[in-house]
């Protein structure tokens, strides 16, 4: 008899099939040479397995590292990032197949593959991706629990679904420590992904910039309010402030020193408390944009920590956001920013690149002089745009160097960027500061959550002008040509034309009332998903024990945790039992156990597989005392129960007896009890 | 005289030549009163042949002893035909099969042709030379002994063979009064020679006859299949009881419950039959350490009498 160790049948086929589902989703990220590893590994094993295949050597185990390494290095270039790191791993991962020998080996295995399901983590979080990775997870339990099996014969499926069966008691218990578990912030950050593409306006605005992102319906970010959601045309989402214009590029020129105290910035701009009296609360939820710029809405002041405040009312964050970002913001829709402004200040409020656009900077100062004071010239251009014949569209022509003389009195087409952008261009021109500001408008309510969606298609650039005492004051140029993209969404306005144009032909789709139903419900689940489990920190989590509890304190915690577990236990016990309970016993044997077990005390206690004759006998023996009447009850449960024809009605003396057995037991507890208090007594 | 005292009064005839095997006894003549085949398993010297000599000398049967060996051939136990000169005819010589009571000794040595020339013989009752289908006398028992020791140049016999064999009992030392006894004792073979004849053929019949007639209730029958369903899945079997063991079992227990002297059945009399009938029928799962009477032990005592 052989004594080397055989990788049990069932286990290498559901650690085979667990490899790949671990592997799976990886697999799409990472050079097609790695799943070719893993599967030239696994027909290897498959050889080894059905005995025509050869161990490798240490030599060729040793060149096959050296050449996936080198591999490694030509496709990324480094080692030291996420991607070259798990394609790594998982390369090992797939050879190590082949040099499993030994019982330690598969666990080694087995325990890799565990820790490959979870390296899907870095790249996704999503529900599905949660589900996905738990799903793999049971499935290597499932090799696990087979290895274990050993040789003995059992159906394919039977490990795994010990494993799955595993799993799902594991579930709440899962769910508490979940919930309890002290939340560590993050040891090192992960470096980001490579291949991962920025979302969102960019840190500069050219004409075409926006109208681009209007074609993607991707989400941008999410936003539950504390109260009402506050109506259309105030949801202006401020991301970046575009102080310096270059003739075609409109820039940020932020200063380094971005972060300003609250307090110090009170004394620059004159808020009047009043005012300050009816702050709107949100959080907002942004999706990964690789960028670091945060959206509000105007007057924005936020306690999350690791959020910045620019001069400019902006928030941001100091790195690029890799994953969902979660933060509340307190804003003042009612504000006055600025009431003096400082002359550097105002000198980049009113910064305009030389020698650009003659017609406009001259067709402004006419213009500022009909008009009087820097309001009636603010309305008179808006005017203008609203009665000459400008059109709002998502295919304006392309412009040439005097953009703004081109696009205000030749081609007259153009999206919100060519608004803002020239609309800004000639408040500097009269000499009124003026800035672009992009960022969101509007939003879609989800109705089954309440809170709003922003997508990409959301994006928006509009001005902000600079009046004496009363601040910066949001001016939207947009609004004078299309008025109904502010209340509505830009689908609305130009869905058919995108869809004509076949920018995005399924915004249109979107609008079907079952696809929003749907998609809406979905979205909701996933924010839920964002809010309570991938954005579960320290903080919410004292919150939520703090509601719960009452207070957040080590015997709380404990008491919660016991609590908890011994309920998951109970409901356990209760299903146990009430598969038990389903099965009534007959009235004779519960009047028969009843006598057996009266003499338990007596020290002679009933087997279960026990007949009743045996146990008389043996009760005669050890208490002759008791030995009669054990003897007639067994007499009378032996008729009761064994003298008749299987099927057959019992006969006339049925009842009799069963009056008899009943008096035999009462008298035989009565004997039993008395030998009993005697025994003690004595 | 009642059924159940005469078959006492045969017990303790045969139990005069075999000392202090009672039980055996016992469950040996329950499995000839469940026309049952019975294997027995020991050591050569145990009394294997005594018991089965006794048996046949007991109730007045033809007996016949036939050791197997390896060179044994279907027709040696058949008969065969000759041909006779003077009628210038075939003439059927019946072979050693044509008895009440058939001593196959040693079936284990002999090749597996053999082996199911005889089997044939012991499920149908009859038995089929040149084309010529020739019945067997009735009543028509087969005794058989293996040594489970000595397994080298034996042909074990596989699990559907066995299973023709409605009980495998052990003789076992005897306990030492027994054996004083025997030490004491005249020759066993003088002995067998005195034994009377306690019963008849027709008690025989008779006693077959109020065996299918011994009630078994819905409380036994639950309890019998429970036994069954634990065998078919724990995981120490296997393989579980087939309906023809559980059928086995339970005509085992009637005849058991009538030796006893009962109308019915009881749980104790399938518990008193259960080893015999089936620890030849279970085989332990690859992973559990112990043999088949370890499995029946575990049977008895897993299932509850009462649920």
Sequence with gaps: ?682 | MALDSKINEAVDEIGKVLLGKERQIRLALCCLFAKGHLLIEDLPGMGKTTLSHALAFVLRLDYTRVQFTSDLLPADILGYSIYDKGSSQFQFHPGPVFTQVLLADEINRTTPKTQSALLEAMAEGQVTVEGETRPLQSPFFVIATQNPVTQSGTYPLPESQLDRFLMRIELGYPDPSAERQLYMGVDSKEELGKLQQKLSVDDLSSIVMTASAVKTSDALLDYLQRLVEYSRTAEEFAYGLSPRGALALLRSARTWALMEGRNHVVPEDVQAVLPAVCSHRFRAAAHFQGDSAALVHQLMHQVPVIA
């Design chain 1, 1 to 682: 008899m052989s004594i080397e160790f055989q990788i049990p049948r069932n286990c290498l086929a559901a650690l085979l099939i667990a490899q790949f589902a671990v592997l799976g989703p990886h697999l799409f990220r990472l050079p097609l040479w790695v799943a070719a590893v893993a599967i030239v590994c696994a027909l290897w094993r498959l050889l080894l397995y059905t005995g025509r295949g050869f161990y490798p050597s240490a030599v060729l185990k040793a060149l096959l590292v050296v050449v996936s390494l080198v591999a490694i290095l030509r496709d990324y270039g480094s080692l030291f990032a996420l991607e070259p790191i798990v394609a790594l791993l998982i390369t090992t991962f797939a050879l190590k197949l082949i040099e499993m020998k030994s019982r330690r080996d598969v666990l080694v295995v087995i325990f890799l593959a565990y820790f490959v399901a979870a390296t899907h983590f870095l790249f996704e979080q999503g529900i599905f991706d949660a589900m996905y990775v738990l799903l793999a997870a049971a499935l290597v339990t499932g090799a696990l629990v087979a290895l274990h099996e050993g040789a003995v014969a059992h159906r394919p499926t039977h490990a795994v679904s010990t494993s799955f069966k595993l799993l799902f008691q594991a579930i709440p218990l899962t769910i508490i420590m979940f919930i309890v578990f002290p939340r560590i912030d993050p040891l090192w950050s992960v470096p980001g992904t490579e291949s991962s593409a920025k979302t969102g306006p960019s840190d500069s605005m050219s004409p075409g910039d926006i109208s681009k992102l209007a074609g993607s319906s991707d989400l941008a970010f999410r936003v539950t309010f504390e109260g009402d959601v506050p109506p259309p045309q105030d949801l202006y989402w401020r991301g970046l402030v575009f102080n310096h214009f270059d003739g075609r590029q409109w820039r940020a020129a932020e200063r380094k020193d971005a972060r300003i105290n609250w307090g110090d910035y009170l004394e620059s701009i004159s808020v009047e408390p009043s005012t300050l009296s009816r702050p709107v609360k949100y959080t907002v939820v942004m999706e990964p944009s690789r960028q670091s710029w945060l959206y509000a809405m105007p007057l924005a002041r936020t306690k999350t920590k690791s959020v910045l405040q620019g001069q400019n009312f902006t928030l941001r964050t100091v790195y690029p956001l890799d994953q969902r970002f979660q933060y509340q913001v307190t804003s003042w829709q009612d504000y006055r920013l600025e009431g003096r402004l400082r002359d550097t200040r105002r000198q980049q409020a009113l910064q305009l690149p030389r020698g650009f656009n003659p017609k406009a900077r001259e067709f402004a100062q006419q213009l500022r002089v009909r008009s009087g004071d820097d309001q009636a010239f603010v309305n008179a251009v808006l005017r203008h745009f609203n009665s000459e014949e400008f059109v709002y569209t998502i295919q304006p022509p392309k412009l040439g160097t005097h953009s703004v003389d081109e696009f205000l009195f030749g081609a007259r087409r153009g999206f919100c960027e060519h608004y803002a952008s020239s609309f800004v261009f000639l408040m500097r021109a009269a000499g009124v500061p003026a800035r672009v500001v992009a960022g969101y408008q509007g939003g879609e309510l989800n109705p089954f959550d309440n809170y709003l969606l922003i997508h990409e298609y959301d994006a928006h650039a509009w001005a902000e002008v600079w009046y004496p005492n009363k601040g910066w004051t949001r001016v939207d140029p947009t609004a004078a040509v299309a008025p109904e993209r502010v209340e509505s969404s830009v689908n609305d306005v130009l869905g058919d034309e995108m869809s004509q144009a076949a920018i995005n032909p399924f915004l249109n789709l979107r609008q079907i009332p079952a696809l929003r139903w749907l998609r809406l419900r979905w979205d909701t689940v996933n924010y839920s998903w964002t809010k309570w489990v991938l954005n579960y920190d320290t903080e919410l989590q004292m919150e939520l024990l703090e509601n719960w509890l009452g207070g957040v304190s080590a015997w709380r915690i404990g008491l919660f945790v016991t609590l908890g577990g011994g309920l998951v236990m109970l409901i356990v016990a209760l299903s146990l039992l009430s598969q038990r309970v389903k099965h009534k016993l007959h009235p004779v044997d519960k009047l028969y156990l009843r006598s057996a077990r009266s003499l338990r005390r007596l020290g002679v206690e009933r087997g279960d597989a026990e007949g009743v004759h045996d146990f008389a006998q043996r009760v005669a023996n050890a208490q002759p005392k008791l030995g009669d009447s054990a003897k007639r009850i067994a007499y009378l449960y032996s008729s009761l129960r064994y003298d008749f024809q299987a099927g057959a009605k019992p006969g006339p003396e049925y009842k009799a007896n069963f009056r008899k057995l009943r008096e035999e037991v009462k008298f035989h507890l009565q004997q039993a009890s008395t030998l009993q208090k005697a025994s003690h007594s004595a």
